[in-house]
């Protein structure tokens, strides 16, 4: 019997594969190796014009919004830190669009890093621009732990402390409208936010494609097939 099938956002980057090199839509296979190994069929969702969202998002089970380039910080209403990444507008747009279309229909939705900071400023909230600590360098993943709150949702899927590959410079200041913290760092960086209650939606700051752990994916996935 087929899984759910979850949507996984995609970068849109210049790259190069054999005698090509040409804009491509792409997508480290982490994610889908993930999602697979979640009980998932995965499906690519490159950028597309924001009122495509909504047709879209009604033929997923769920959604996923991966990691990437920095949020661009006019999307919550602050001027650039110097540190911040050069912006990803087609991106923004077109997952902020995925997301809203998501909890406007109840379709599961899962954050990670990036997605995770796209929802909370699609709540309202806004973005810490840079903190150290949370990379290992230029490429390289970090790892810290975790600990999650008891009695959320995330604690639900994992319930004790975890050390989890991190790679991230900003993190989430404001939260947006609704949102709760679910697990902290230790020192004291939001690593996951949730919306509790009905709505299935859960962001994660660090990154569990490249991990071992499958229980954060796997609860998206069993949300997706009910």
């Known amino acids: 019997m087929a899984g759910p099938l979850i949507g996984v956002t995609t970068y849109l980057d210049p790259a190069k594969w054999g005698a090509w090199a040409m804009p491509a839509a792409l997508l480290p296979a982490a994610y889908p190796r993930l999602v697979q190994a979640a009980g998932g069929l995965a499906a690519m969702l490159p950028p597309d014009a924001p009122r495509a969202a909504a047709p879209v998002v009604a033929r997923l089970d769920g959604l996923v919004v991966a990691g990437g380039a920095d949020v661009e910080p006019v999307r919550y209403g602050a001027a650039p830190?110097?540190?911040?990444g050069p912006p990803a507008r087609e991106r923004d747009g077109w997952e902020l669009?995925?997301?809203?279309?998501?909890?406007a229909s109840g379709t599961p939705l899962l954050g990670i890093c990036r997605g995770m900071q796209l929802l909370n400023v699609a709540?309202?909230?806004?973005?810490?621009?840079h903190l150290d600590g949370h990379a290992a360098g230029v490429g390289r993943f970090g790892a810290h732990t975790v600990k999650p709150v008891p009695g959320t949702r995330y604690a639900s899927l994992v319930p004790e402390a975890t050390e989890v590959p991190t790679?991230?410079?900003q993190a989430v200041e404001l939260l947006g409208r609704g949102l709760e913290p679910s697990a902290y760092a230790e020192d004291g960086t939001v690593e996951a936010l949730e919306?509790?209650?009905?709505?299935?939606?859960?962001?994660?700051?660090w990154h569990p494609e490249?991990?071992?752990?499958?229980?954060?994916?796997?609860?998206?996935?069993?949300?997706?097939?009910a």
């Open 97 to 103: 669009a995925l997301i809203e279309a998501a909890l």
């Open 81 to 84: 830190d110097p540190r911040t």
């Open 210 to 225: 490249m991990g071992e752990d499958t229980r954060v994916m796997a609860g998206l996935v069993r949300a997706a097939g």
């Open 195 to 205: 919306l509790p209650g009905g709505a299935w939606a859960l962001g994660v700051q």
């Open 167 to 169: 790679y991230h410079h």
């Open 123 to 129: 709540l309202g909230g806004s973005l810490v621009q």
